[in-house]
């Protein structure tokens, strides 16, 4: 019996790997410390979309996105779109991103993830009273910060499965 390939193994890594940023997004955390939490679903979907962007897309985004809302109870579709809109933006900076060096990357990150920060703020004040403060941008900035050991840690897993 011949063993299974990388190719075969990596489907299942990808979603395991996806639903464990999703467990890690809506896990509780005390009075506070929310605002420290990285957007672990953006950081894993941007990975996954930098990594394999002919696996993973807009498509798992939005499925992704959709769990997030009903688990936090937010409006339907809020979630997806933004999720939707980072694995877009991640697809049209995809060849740049790969040639860049990981403080580049994480630079990239930034961007991305505030990106998407931002528009979630502003779909917030039109769907209720919200207030704005720049502190919103904190888990772009602590995301891009884990970026480097984040993207090495994965890789180093993925070359592991892979049996190389």
Known sequence: MA??????????????????????????????????????????????????????????????????????????????LLLSLLAFLCALVYPRFRAYSLVQQALMVLVLLGSVQLLEQWLRTLLGPFAIHLSFLTPSLIGALLWPWFATLFNALGRRLAGD
């Open 3 to 80: 063993a299974p390939s990388a190719a075969n193994l990596a489907l299942p890594w990808i979603w395991c790997s996806l639903l464990l940023a999703l467990c890690l997004q809506v896990m509780p955390l005390a009075e506070g410390w929310q605002i420290w939490r990285p957007d672990w679903l953006g950081l894993m979907l941007v990975y996954w979309c930098m990594k394999t962007p002919y696996r993973v897309g807009v498509f798992h985004a939005f499925v992704l996105g959709i769990l997030l809302d009903l688990i936090e109870g937010a409006v339907l579709g809020q979630n997806a």
